[in-house]
């Protein structure tokens, strides 16, 4: 049965087509009156925190990965980050968050994106840039930047490097200091067309992480 039909049932029958619409969101979309983290549960669906999902900086460090890290520098808009968690979910990767965030960890969009399970395990958050470097002192920056004249492709590699996006374009300055900085191994951009300014940060981090996973034979993955 259809919504509508299950709406015009209930209309005809005295029930409150308010209901109807109440249970559509009863699996995979945060109801209004969720609690903040009922959405985010364990590997066997118990509720958690946002916080207890999330993997150490050190740990993240030591994993054994099938593909390179993925860092949001500052990101700003929830829904991108909830998409990155789902990319990262899917690879195999780390993704790694350095603040400050543009949004609240526990924002809808944020969860409807990507938190509804337990994917969180795939996060870090670090309270600054240089926590990242700290935890991973082993591993390249490879920084997406469209500063760089080095295409994407002409990258080999490592499941060990950690692929660097910056903030979404706003009021805020790009942190160059970070995306040229001296920990930077690599400047590297994604080619397009002159009269366009740029792509969505999330579709270019799945166009790098799944160029990087390509040249690692997707490993992991079937």
Known sequence: MTFQEQ??????????PAKAVDAMYEYGYRKSNY?????VTDAHGNPISVTEAMMDAKEAGRAETVTPHLCYYSP???GNTGSAIRLCAVTGTILHLVEPLGFNLKDTKLRR???DYHDMAHVVLHPDFDDLVDSMPDS??????AHATK???EVDYRPTDILLFGPEP?????PMDVMAGPHVSEQVRLPMRPSLRSLNLTNCASIAIYEAWRQLNFKGGR
């Open 140 to 145: 390249r920056i490879i920084a997406f930047t």
């Open 35 to 39: 609690g903040p983290d009922e959405l």
């Open 113 to 115: 994106a990507g938190l």
């Open 151 to 153: 295409l994407y492709t």
């Open 7 to 16: 709406t015009n049932a209930m209309g005809s029958q005295g029930g409150d």
């Open 76 to 78: 700003r808009i929830p």
């Open 170 to 174: 706003g009021n805020i300055p790009d």
